[in-house]
């Protein structure tokens, strides 16, 4: 007699259908597949804050976590890229949430700044998330895709070719993308600074 082996966990994309048809079971085992992932995201966007951030990156996943499987409507994935497309823009809208609650923080604290890396790995230039956040809303406004790349790159973590598959673009139009909504959030979040 073989020793059973324990069944292999559903891969994402199968537990995000299953949601979708409503078992609410699938949350329970999707949790553990997706946590360290976006665990990874979170710390990411707050490793520049130097610990000063009161939301903390754990937090933060599970505050998104719940928003993705909350009860604000119907929410259907088409697969793992997709569903962390969607947790990207969650976790975007959290963050500058949050920032916006601490309304005592003056502007320029290093608690409210976040850093856009040329390849979402290392440092490069820290901007204050609000002021993030409304520019990326203002570039979304004349080039929606733009402004979705940077997204998905920033807040989402998602790799070049995630991106260009999630977009139905290509990986050279995404890294163009990439590059001109750095270079345009640069120019705009550097004029306020000035």
Known sequence: MSPMSEPTPPPITELLVRLGRGE????????????????????????????????????????AYL??????GERVWKDRRHFFAVAATAMRRILIDHARLRGALKRGDRANRVTLSENV??????????????????????????????????????????????????DRTVQLDWRAGRAWLRKRLGEESA
């Open 24 to 63: 609410r079971s699938a949350s329970d085992e999707l949790l553990p597949l997706v946590y360290e992932e976006l665990h990874g995201v979170a710390k990411r966007v707050f490793a520049p804050q130097a610990g000063a951030h009161t939301l903390q990156a754990t937090a933060l996943v599970h505050e």
């Open 67 to 72: 928003k993705l499987l909350g009860n604000d």
């Open 121 to 170: 790995q290392g440092d490069d230039i820290s901007y204050d998330l609000l002021d993030l956040g409304a520019a990326l809303d203002e570039l979304g406004d004349s080039r929606e895709r733009v402004a979705r790349v940077v997204e998905l790159r920033f807040f989402g973590g998602l790799t070049i070719d995630e991106v260009a598959e999630e977009l139905g673009v290509t």
